[in-house]
């Protein structure tokens, strides 16, 4: 248990769908980030949020939008996706840069289906 | 922007052979990070290097940064099952918490 919780853990979802993806976190923590996991790249960093203001989008699709509601809590809404956008999607967590301990800690993904 | 490489991709070992992970940066490093993510689970963090030319051990684990900071390894001696996993590095780049991952090493061990 890393103490960031993730819901659901596995989605299946149609291409017309939207849905979204829910992060909580009560370690403390003020920073949180999306990232994509697929079977062939590397974790891609989508979004990052500090003390809830987006700070960082890779360039990432329209089709997925973040929501910090608080520091506690990060949405992925998601509508529209595309077959390609099926991989795992991890939340994580930590404190801010300039902190002594930076480590992220990770949820346990939810594993993406678009059909 | 800033690139974390890794290599190798891939490594499978004989249980007991030892292995090593490399990690570069393209750019300097504040600190540099180390995950595991066993199969079909999550990262979990492993350590964080800070000071130039920094080494620290964990067990059978040995993190190394670079005196450029720009460089950092993971070396595991005698392998064992439990071993198995994809290794990350990772840093943070210019961006306000922007922590980048490298590719990953995913370590196979035989027994």
């Known amino acids: 248990e890393t103490g960031v919780t993730q819901t659901p853990r596995h989605l299946v979802m149609g291409m017309t769908n939207k849905k979204s993806l829910k992060c909580e976190q009560h370690?403390?923590?003020?920073?949180m980030y999306w990232y994509k996991q697929s079977a062939k790249k590397p974790l891609e960093l989508m979004f990052v949020?500090?003390?809830?203001?987006?700070?960082e989008n890779n360039s990432v699709p329209s089709r997925f939008s973040p929501e910090c509601p608080n520091s506690s809590h990060l949405f992925l809404h998601l509508h529209t996706l595309q077959p390609e956008d099926s991989a795992l999607y991890l939340c994580?967590?930590?404190?801010?840069?300039?902190?002594?301990?930076?480590?992220?800690?990770f949820g346990q993904g939810t594993r993406l289906t678009v059909v | 922007g800033q690139q974390v490489m890794q290599i190798p991709q891939y490594q499978h070992v004989q249980e007991g052979e030892d292995f090593t992970t490399y990690c570069n940066s393209s750019?300097?490093?504040?600190?540099i990070q180390w995950y595991k993510q066993r199969p079909g689970g999550h990262p979990v963090f492993l350590i964080q290097?800070?000071?130039?030319?920094e080494v620290k051990k964990q067990k059978r684990l040995t993190f190394q940064f670079g005196e450029a900071k720009k460089n950092s390894s993971l070396h595991i001696t005698a392998t064992q099952t439990t071993d198995v996993g994809t290794y990350f590095c990772?840093?943070?780049?210019?961006?306000?918490?922007?922590?980048?991952f490298g590719a990953g090493t995913r370590l196979a061990v035989h027994p």
């Open positions: 994580a967590s930590s404190r801010p840069t300039g902190w002594e301990n930076t480590e992220a800690f």
């Open positions: 370690l403390g923590h003020n920073a």
């Open positions: 949020y500090n003390f809830k203001e987006q700070t």
């Open positions: 750019t300097t490093l504040s600190n």
């Open positions: 290097l800070v000071k130039s030319g």
């Open positions: 990772a840093g943070f780049s210019g961006g306000y918490n922007k922590l980048i």
